[in-house]
């Protein structure tokens, strides 16, 4: 895209025009009312009484758990699905070979199942009345309403953001430059670290941000195999649903708040690999 | 099934070995136990289940809801695209950055947020109260939640297309006299529509599943605002594991057949 | 790649760090219904001295609220439950029915047939009563909103609704009268959330509707938060004595070894510490004595019994809750 313009029929363009200004103002209104409301209202429900309230919510030990608890579940399905993501990428934009659509499609398939549908699986398996339950009980393994449950949980959700991301942008840097690697004596895991990797590395970190972002994130699937145990199995969206409902509102959305806060935060690094990836991929055009 | 195009670039093989064994473990079983589980179910018992009255209102009501939540997004978010990608405006960066909030967020922040500013004594319910319209607990509140939460799809999937699209085009058109509706039915309408198709439907295949951010907002009242999603949750409470099951299963199929169609629409796209 | 490696220790440090939290002390968990959450944290810490008074190691009660049937679904799929504190004796039964996880007899064990306090159902208006509700005849009117929980996942809403057919089959007399009634009642619901705390919530601070069906408990939890500048208490001519039942769940104990605590657990429910507790919290201690104490703080009731006026929990989830039953149909009619 271009931001310089000089020609006169673009001048004439960007001179306002009553439609130019009433599409402006009219996404800027829907802007006001889809995005900075919401935003606006948890940060003034959370404040409502007083700064010291809300760290103090913060700081309470069910929500430090909480926090802990979503991290951890952050810190096994993002790496995990990092690797995935490189592995299906490699394999779908670098080689050709029947059935990759269904392939494609089936990455994608968990990004548009109902997360409650993501919970229920994994109770019809690892549940006590479900296929694997007595077995589990037998050899004393928790999966559900413990922490493995939730990690699954996350990483059924999360599973297709890395490649999602990657697989557009791998189809569209072709192999040439795997190729020239190989032709000039690279090892496989050489040309990968050395060609392919920083090639990619922009992309690889949206498709993090995102994958984070979702995993910090999940509601429905966690709620179905958690438990609710407080200060165990809660995971911070899981705690505010119960600060929410035990009357304690400014708690809720003080915790609220801090995953929005963390919401932005994913929001800035997305927006800051975007543009290295627009910017290398221009480099590359040149 | 392999066919390489290039001999040199290697781990093929691993690489798709490892997507099958990680998306079979985590992905397949799982629901393949989801359908195992559902096939002691004859095919009339799964029709009884799915054609309860219950079940039926909640289906029209998620499937409505998530349609109309689309079709509103369909609008916004060609406003927000076209605005970005023609426009140069104040606050421009701030709104492309921030379009992808409601993606980031939580949906149960979410939630929590939109029940804040709907329910009757909310910052905007209040108002809406006094003239007699409800909001939350109420099928419009549900499609706002959907709204918000599938914001970022169309938007995100026309901006590039937009981007593309050679202005030359529609100054060719202007030139030869076309008056500006027309330029966009003939000339950027046809160029969009693929793209469009496919915000749209994402949008729709989210919606329909969604569950954090609509619990909140919507009243769960069976019959009446009762989401699938919530429905199979009940089912569950109510040990009706078959029930459950049965929704899960058809909903499963509504998303991988919507899915389907995005990735041939995309395919065709491709070829244009 | 020296990032990911920093990164991938700081992710083990994590997991370590999580692990080492919860690797500490002898836990208990109670997995319980939702209203209960401030009275059993009270109690915890109470039970915690006792414990310890008696030469044991600090114990670590975890807890889990939420709907009484979602939760015991949720033992019964292997939520590791020690002990159960649910709504209603037919949630535990279920626990028996689906995987054996206690003992048929369960009522048996413990004095009162488990159930350590009760509490019953009132109603909860906005300051000043401004629609005038005083009894159950009062909430089938026309633009009466009436907040209360779905019965199918919420116990609270089970009693609700049957105190509800009680005191219609005590007005009207017959079955299909009394169906009518709740059939008109229930017309009058905007919102049927699935538990109670959720549907109290919707009353107090989403400002739906004109009466909560609540708790007694409940109802005065909400006076106590909300302060009394906002909502009132009315106690309708009839209401149902709710009993909410305890239990070991067997299985669970057995396996974690935790039986001995579990058991000290709920019979500490029936010592004067845990009745008074109870009370404080405004549930109806079974303890004659502590009961008098708080005698100011419960209005009396004419109360029926589930066994009494229903002929016990088993028959009343059938005819009513079970699917096809008449919360089902009151539903299709509309």
């Known amino acids: 895209m271009s931001t310089t313009s000089t020609s006169p029929q673009q001048n004439s363009r960007n001179a306002p025009s009553w439609s130019r200004l009433a599409l402006i103002l009219s996404a800027w209104a829907m802007f006001i009312i889809f995005l900075v409301l919401p935003l606006a209202i948890v940060l003034i429900e959370a404040l409502k009484m007083g700064v010291a309230h809300f760290f103090e919510s913060m700081i309470e030990p069910d929500a430090i758990s909480a926090l802990k608890l979503t991290l951890l579940a952050v810190a096994i399905s993002v790496p995990l699905n990092l690797v995935f993501g490189v592995a299906a990428a490699w394999c779908v934009s670098k080689h050709d070979f029947y059935g990759k659509s269904v392939l494609i499609t089936l990455i994608d398939l968990p990004f548009s199942v109902s997360p409650i549908i993501a919970g229920l699986v994994y109770v019809l398996l690892f549940g006590a009345q479900g296929f694997f339950g007595e077995w589990l009980i037998e050899h004393d393994i928790q999966i559900i309403f413990a922490v493995p449950g939730i990690v699954l949980a996350t990483l059924f959700v999360t599973v297709p953001f890395v490649a999602r991301e990657l697989i557009p942008l791998m189809q569209q840097q072709g192999t040439q430059e795997e190729e020239a690697a190989r032709l000039l004596g690279a090892s496989g895991w050489q040309m990968f670290w050395h060609v392919t990797v920083p090639n990619i590395k922009w992309g690889l970190m949206y498709g993090v941000v995102l994958c984070t972002a979702r995993a910090m994130g999940e509601f429905g699937a966690v709620s179905v195999v958690s438990g609710h145990i407080r200060g165990f199995t809660n995971t911070l969206p899981l705690h505010v649903e119960i600060l929410y409902n035990e009357y304690n509102h400014v708690a809720a959305f003080s915790v609220a708040s801090l995953l929005l806060i963390l919401a932005l935060i994913m929001l800035l690094l997305k927006q800051w690999s975007e543009s290295r990836i627009n910017r290398q991929l221009n480099n590359g055009d040149e | 099934m392999s066919r390489r195009t290039s001999p040199v670039i290697p781990g093929f093989g691993l690489t798709l070995g490892y997507t099958l064994v990680y998306l079979s473990l985590l992905v397949f079983l799982p629901l393949a136990g989801m359908f195992i589980y559902a096939s002691q179910l004859s095919w009339s018992e799964f029709y009884t289940i799915i054609s309860a009255p219950r079940v039926l209102a909640a289906l029209k009501l998620s499937f409505g809801t998530a349609f109309i939540a689309a079709l509103l997004n369909g609008v916004i978010g060609t406003l927000f695209a076209w605005v970005l990608v023609r426009y140069r405006f104040p606050g421009r960066k701030v709104i492309d950055a921030m379009i992808d909030l409601p993606f980031a967020l939580p949906t149960a922040v979410a939630g929590i947020a939109l029940t804040a500013l709907y329910a009757p004594n909310g910052f905007v319910g209040r108002f809406a109260n006094d003239l007699g319209i409800a909001i939350a607990y109420t099928p419009f509140g549900i499609t706002l939640a959907l709204t918000f939460v599938t914001l970022p799809f169309v938007v995100r999937t026309i901006q590039p297309v937009l981007a593309d699209i050679p202005r030359e085009l529609e100054e060719a058109a202007t030139c030869l006299g076309a008056r500006p509706l027309q330029v966009f039915r003939y000339v950027l309408l046809p160029a969009l529509l693929p793209a469009w198709l496919t915000g749209f439907a994402l949008a729709f295949a989210r919606g329909v599943g969604e569950y954090g951010s609509v619990i909140f907002i919507a009243g769960n009242m069976p019959g009446k605002t009762e989401i699938l999603p919530l429905l199979i949750m009940v089912k569950l409470d109510q040990y009706d594991y078959v029930g459950a099951t049965a929704i899960g299963v058809m909903m499963l199929v509504v998303s991988f057949v919507l899915l389907l169609l995005i990735n041939i629409l995309q395919r065709y796209v491709a070829k244009g | ?334």
């Open chain 3, 1 to 334: 790649m020296s990032i990911y490696r920093r990164r991938l220790s700081f992710f083990t440090g994590l997991l370590l760090a999580t692990v080492a939290v919860t690797a500490q002390a002898q836990t208990l968990l109670n997995v319980s219904y939702d209203p209960t959450r401030e009275f059993y944290s009270d109690f915890n810490r109470a039970f915690n001295q006792h414990w310890q008074a008696q030469g044991h190691e600090a114990l670590q009660v975890q807890q889990s609220h939420a709907g009484s049937g979602k939760q015991a679904r949720s033992v019964s799929e292997g939520l590791r439950a020690d002990v159960v504190t649910l709504a209603l004796a037919v949630d535990i039964d279920e626990l028996h029915r689906s995987g054996n996880w206690l003992a048929k007899d369960w009522k048996n064990r413990l004095p009162n047939d488990s159930t350590p306090y009760t509490s019953t159902i009132v109603f909860l208006v906005r300051k000043g009563n401004p629609k005038q509700i005083q009894d159950w005849g009062d909430l089938v009117k026309p633009g009466i909103s009436v907040i209360t929980p779905n019965p199918k996942t919420s116990g609270g809403a089970r009693w609700n609704f049957l105190a509800a057919w009680a005191y219609a089959k005590q007005a009207f007399g017959s079955e299909q009268q009394a169906q009518d009634f709740v059939q008109r009642l229930y017309a009058n619901v905007p919102v049927l959330d699935s538990g109670a705390r959720a549907a109290s919530n919707t009353f107090t601070n989403n400002g739906m509707g004109d009466v909560l069906l609540a708790w007694e408990n409940e109802a005065y939890l909400t006076l106590k938060e909300h302060g009394a500048d906002s909502f009132e208490i009315i106690a309708p001519s009839i209401s149902i004595l709710a009993e909410p039942p305890v239990a070991v769940v067997d299985r669970n104990v057995d396996r974690k070894g935790t039986r001995v605590v579990a058991e000290a657990y709920l019979q500490y429910l029936y010592s004067d510490v845990g009745q008074r507790i109870a009370a404080e919290h405004f549930y109806r201690p079974r303890n004659a004595a502590i009961a008098k104490e708080f005698a100011e703080q419960f209005a009396p009731l004419k109360l029926v019994t589930i066994d009494g006026f229903f002929g016990g929990w088993q028959a009343a989830q059938t005819q009513f809750f079970n699917d096809g039953g008449v919360f089902d149909q009151i539903y299709q009619e509309q």
